[in-house]
């Protein structure tokens, strides 16, 4: 099954030819979505670099964008899948690369249809940056773990039939080499998911309580403390997603600082012009930053300049929205709504200039903070000795916390 | 440019008067409680500004002989940086600041005693984002006695009895008293959760004159100066509240087996923040003495002047840091400052508002531009 | 507001010229040799220009029956970073870029030739701090064929034989080219030790008209916004070798028996430089497409306009990364930055000329307001 | 010699009537300015807090700043004593901490006078903020000490009789551990005094390279391997200054920019402005702090922020100073003069813009780098953990270097 026969002989022309045998006979118009997509997943033309019968024929990563094309060019762009973002960022390739057969007969095709919703149980309270540092305990009991602990910062558990799960298997290890990597059942028994309000005023993400959860051992991901390698496969593949499409300049918040400003000549200091001006120079240049990024990605010569987007994302985002309420001024003082309640896909462009000043506090903490982000840029690309390490090689259960 | 030289130093009274106002805060409105109120229907911690006016907080800066304290706004500023650290909802800014600043600046002494003891809470009825530089408002028309129109964003308004209203009528620019039950409040959804804003409308609302003409403006000029300084204060709380927090927070969170606190990036951000607000504290403290002597004799125009010089630079230089602090705070207590149970961004919120309550760091920019004789380009 | 999607990547050939203009820098102005050259009477290392003219770096925008490369700008800019990366004293500024291009603008072709083989070396008379947007220059008068008045500033005039001078007459703006020797060129003492300015004075020189009216107004400007495109490929050469020489330095340099490059706030510091500098070179290769584009078609408005607002924004981008580059080079080497002995700060003086040559960044910040339709306060 | 019978019943009244029984006697207007330091000395009123005979009376520490003012009152402010700074800030409490009788007798009179000059032969190539790390050898040959090694950053020695020396003398040992600290006499043979030439073409400081110096023992200054102790004393004597009278608003380099842009209005534009007047902001904040700070030392109550004053004036220099190109446009392209030469007391303000932003570039540098006045608020005022040190129990020869 990890082999596949028809890998080698696979180019762009024999996708396009393969997807246009699909869309003969599931006509997209009148195929329903999940139906098309079971089809697409059969078809090999959902991962086209996985093996046949988990979703792809083996074929080089690269054509997967030839795919992609394909099915944009025919009309064919599958909706309603963000809710899907983890399932098919980071569980799929984990699963991929750590899953048994069964598991990966069990969990791929559903998960990539969108019959089924997973989240990510990786964080909590005592292990942001330092994920490893985890303490939510998994032991052994025959044929199944039970498993205790707190995770947070889990957006989707809420809607979530699976997560991706990594807990504390041996405390008398060092940290990296005493936890085991999971496929949680979200409607087990034990597992409470609790929304966990924001600064916002609303419940992006949750906190998940898990309380004797019995998970089977034929769930397990990966060797028995292995947990810190397997995370490190769904880590990887967590990167701010480069599109296919250059963005239009002034694009994101900086637009609607520039609306303000041309719409409302009332409010424009000479002082704010210069810091408007000096925050549209920025956002061109982390525009400019990301369309190069594309190209070379399109031309097969990924940069390590993938690493800074968010981080220069973040920065522009807090910035041009603290602009913006100094720019409204008697406006800048009210927003819009603080009621507790869980979003739904809303856009930044449609709240409050509040709101954006504090969401986007979020953006250099969520998905690794700028500090993380700072020290890998330091010592992956220019090359920088590490950190001095205190934890390397003292149990997990003797570390101060 | 000549300047006088100012006490900065905090006097053994005025640290006196901190220890006090600071454990009342603590006991009666730490955080937590605080965070508990805005999620309430009344925002506005009533009883714990009675507590306040008690120990006099509220007529700091009111001659005895008008009921109040007899102090000056050097000890107003030491209570507005605790009310910052605490960001307790109390009515202090557009009651014990603004409306009584405007009504002694005024000369309406009868009408202070009332606000000084706590009895009744007052609010000057201008938007809170204006700076004191700004144009006398014409939002409000004063007719044979009685005000019509809409003031938004005033401070303090939910929680009047009485409303200060500058309003312009047939004979110019007035400052006008008038009754809180007379207007209709309106609260509004605020940024700032823990600083109830509200639209105030008059129909025809009966009003009396306490100036006019000249001395109207003058009195609301003076009374936003003052509100500038004093806000700095709080600003300055609020910053030390956050750095105070931060530092104890570095040293207890644990990540790579260590505080976070001993990691160089970490804790030079930290020194940065801690040389930021020693410098705030200095400037809010000339501002605050600044204030105090353009208070005693109002006829000193210099003194008048280093007034607004120096309630200028407080709110241009102390307004980043508080955010700056503030936004820090945030970050370094990474996921658990971006939650609503942790109070870190209660005092972003209020930060951030403060920052442009009476006039942007921008706009004071401008203005010291001016006093300073630094004129802006094509002024030549 | 549209764009043309540009091509932000190196080419091969570009990469091939790269590597070549950096090995012959390497070799023959390492700076060490730099530093001893400055020293000398003459900066200008002619020896290295004709090398470098000799594998086609002074005509590569030049058409080949105008003896040039017939390669384009984006040719031009690598060479750019290759020369700020290296701060060799050549007049690639003066003559490659600003002399040639207002020749070419003007559509005097013949008198490229001479500058693209290498054989003269040019300079376009106008002060090295002149932004793209300046009104046309009234400094040099032009009456019956003969130019009278003093240009100050003017870079690589030092080296000249050939002067492109902006003046004005009785029939309005001209461009004019003049013989060296026909003009009194004094050197003047730079900051940045590795580009010489001069003060240029005609007093009756013989001069040859070769643009007039508005044709020779828009070849200025034309030929000041390439310039300030290609500047921003030097400013980009200059960080990256003040951002690589650190992080090198970093690594080796031990203190409290680690290497420096070890302390977190040394390391989050060489992060945000490089993530500033990446930046900052998808910015310069935009700006250099969007020039030679413009170049290509020059009847082309919409190309014309991008390239003006690709250059101002690379300019306001780029100037204040180099700046900052080199300014943490020195300081991040700590005492021997501070030396004569190490070249840190040829290139501190050369990234803050460059910040101020063309326009500093404020005054390109203010271009692009009027280039977007951000206007300014008070223009409503 | 070291208790002080007359300290206990020292108050200002007392000693202001010395001072005028000193004048009495020697009229500051007719006599010799050494002549009369010297007399000074040897009543006491140099240092009143240095014991009887050593210059001082054993008096508070706080009571020098009556006989200052008292001898201000009465015009006698001692001139030219710039060259004297360390001598007079380091030297001298060095001595009297560590000295034998015989060196206090020896030294602390012509230092005090001006006959004597004093520099500091501290840090080195190889030990810059890490002072401790430093090489230089000093090796016993029976009663002398020779030394060999390369001192770099020291003002004043081409015009120094003596310097104050560290060296080590126990590479065996941990750093901290094997140092000894001397009085080097800087006319022994082998003491080779170079200018140091910086990025501003002149030279205001030396290296000094000392080649088989023989030292006398005697000349020793506290015991073999107590070096870093004493050098610590020194050290701490080195401090920003804080004068006895308030500062003028607008003074330092904001006002050289704040002229050019009153003078000078077609320079002006609207970011050059916001940017002037944030700087102007930045300046008048660290005038009130400084004036702050001393009115705390004024009452007795010494703040922290003293730390901080050095830090900020050091960012404040280097953002004017390249502000102030900026506004000259081009005339920020030139520079006054490159010759090589030694400075004398020349004032920044008497040099042209390029001088004063490469000058303040090493105002950063000199006397603990930016980086070390942060590492220091943040352990000593905050309290936040020190760096984790690797080379606390390494002995000193086999540090990584």
Redesign the interface.
Known sequence: MTTAPAGASLDAPALRRRVAALVETHDPATTDQREFLAARFDAGLAWVHFPEGEGGLGAPRALQAVVDQEFERLGFVPTGREGLVIGLGMAAPTILAFGTPEQRARYLKPLYTGEEVWCQLF?E??????LA?LGTRAVRDGDTWVVNGQK??TSLAHRADFAILVTRTDPDVPKHKGMTYFVCDMSAEGVDVRP????T?EAEFNEVYLTDVRIPDSQRLGAEGEGWRVAQTTLMNERVAIGGH?E???GGLIAVA?HI??TR??L???????????L???A???R??K??LR??LA?G?P???GS?AK??FSRLN?EIS?LE??LL??E???????TFRRPEGVSLAARSP?FH??RS??N???GG???I???I???R???????????KD?AWKD??? | MSEKRLDLLYTEVEQELRASVRSLLEDKSPPSAVLARVEGDQVTDTALWKELAGIGVAGLPVPEELGGAGASLRESAVVAEELGRSVAPVPFLGSAVLATAALLEAGAGDDVAALASGEAVGALAVPLATPPGAAFPEAVRAEDGALSGTVTGVVDAVAADVLVVPAAGPEGPGLYVVEAAAARVTPVVTLDLTRPLAEVAFDGSAARRVASGAAAQEALRRALVTGAALLSAEQLGVAEWALDTTVAYAKTRHQFGRPIGSFQAVKHRLADLWVAISQARAVVRSAASAAATARQDPGDAEAAREAEVNAALAQAFVSGVAVKAAEEAVQLHGGIGFTWEHPAHLFLKRAKSDSIALGTADRHRLALGRLVDLPAAGSD
Chains 1, 4 share one sequence.
Not at chain 1, 268 to 278: E, K, M, Q, S
Not at chain 1, 332 to 338: A, E, F, I, S, V
Not at chain 1, 381 to 391: A, F, K, S
């Open positions: 964080s309270p005592g292990a942001g940056s330092d540092a947070v910062w966990l309000r924001q600064l005023g250059p239009p300049r002034e520039a400003w041309r000549p009332e424009r200091t000479p002082g704010l012009h210069d810091a408007l001006l000096r549209w120079v920025e061109e240049a982390a400019l930053t369309e190069r190209q070379q031309v010569q940069g390590p300049e800074a981080f220069a807090q603290g309420l100094e001024g008697e800048g003082l009210l927003y819009d709504d603080w509040g000043y504090l506090k979020g250099s903490i969520e903070t700028s500090e982000l700072r020290n840029i330091a010592e690309v220019l090359g920088l000795p590490g950190e001095i390490r205190v934890d003292v570390l101060p916390k």
